[in-house]
């Protein structure tokens, strides 16, 4: 048990270094992009300063700028306001607060989820007016793609009823667990992420990524660390997945079996619809990471994989399902 501690505590320390060198690494990308675009002014007036941070507004936030052509930021805005109206300099502090939460979520939040990330720090506007200010500073959340789901079902052990039936709504963690596995694009190979998620507040309690399709290797793995995470107590707890071999065989019946409260449910064969949640987590991560990167290992996928699905999903991300609320804040509602 103390190795494994060790483990987590020198996993999370890592994952915590990566975390700052990526950030410097965009700080430090901004910069260069800036200092290009701005050489021919380091060395001009204030005034030409101000007109460069106002013609680049749609490229740059005005904090950077700023920082590097040495002025300050209150001094831009009395120089911009001066030909501003009011609503335009509401606008234009607007804008800012929302470039700071698209780039800040990866560009992944439309205007539902940005109008709710500003109320939260204070600032009241409409999803119309959020996304004219979007389009005329060109900012753009990522787009969906088509995808292709495969279940290996044509196999010969006993599969359960669909007992959870499309009951999306419970009101009680651990009550209902859904489970799914998905094909992860890589440069050298296929790889499989396998998904466990609480109904409750849609928290991804257990997941693996592996190179290998065997029940070890996915459901097994993730369902370690989900009774980990979430540990089953006596009341009644569905488990909930598709009829691939990988929920289906002996080895994942046994260890499941272990928990007598657990209570096995599947899919009907060949119906997405009835692992409706697992299916739509696996296109909101698709969209918002996967597509967006091209992974040349498998411990590079897994290190994304885990900073979004820990420090982002579980913790910041504002969820539909949740009233556009962080699965923190549903959790104290």
């Keep these: 048990m103390q190795k494994q501690n060790i483990k987590i505590v020198r996993k999370a320390k890592i994952q915590s270094e990566l975390k700052s060198l990526k950030k410097e690494l965009a700080k430090v990308k901004l910069e260069k992009n800036i200092l290009e675009k701005c050489a021919g002014c380091l060395q001009t007036r204030t005034q030409v300063k101000f007109e460069f941070i106002d013609q680049h507004l749609s490229c740059f936030p005005v904090k950077d700028m700023c920082r590097i052509l040495n ?3 209150s001094g831009y805005y009395k120089w911009r306001s001066k030909t501003l109206s009011k609503r335009e300099q509401h606008n234009l502090v607007l804008l800012e607060e929302i470039k700071k939460i698209h780039y800040r979520n990866k560009k992944r939040y439309g205007s539902p989820r940005i109008a709710k990330e500003l109320e939260a720090s204070g600032f009241h506007a409409s999803e119309k007016l959020i996304r004219k200010l979007m389009k005329s500073a060109s900012l753009q959340s990522v787009f969906k793609r088509k ?3 495969t279940t290996d079902s044509s196999h010969k052990y006993p599969v359960a009823e669909n007992i959870l039936d499309r009951g999306f709504s419970v009101n009680n963690k651990n009550e209902v667990w859904v489970s799914d596995i998905t094909y992860i694009k890589s440069s050298f190979r296929w790889l499989y992420l396998t998904v466990i998620i609480d109904l409750f507040d849609r928290t991804v309690i257990g997941w693996a990524l592996s190179t290998s399709l065997s029940a070890k290797h996915t459901s097994l793995k993730a369902l370690d660390m989900a009774i980990t995470n979430s540990p089953v107590n006596n009341s009644p707890l569905i488990f909930h997945s598709d009829k691939g071999i990988q929920y289906a065989c002996k080895e994942f019946i046994n260890e499941l079996s ?7 449910s599947m899919s009907r064969k060949g119906n997405c619809w009835d692992n409706a949640v697992s299916e739509s987590f696996f296109k909101t991560l698709k ?4 597509f967006q990167n091209n992974y040349q290992t498998k411990q590079q996928a897994e290190s994304s994989i885990s900073e979004y ?3 982002f999903y579980n913790i910041s ?3 539909s399902q949740l009233n556009n609320m962080t699965i923190l804040e549903y959790r104290k509602t």
């Design 258 to 264: 272990k928990y007598k409260t657990v209570i096995r």
């Design 317 to 319: 991300r504002r969820h």
């Design 309 to 311: 699905i820990e420090t």
């Design 287 to 290: 969209v918002e990471l996967v």
């Design 71 to 73: 002025v300050s930021t």
């Design 147 to 149: 995808f292709k789901t």
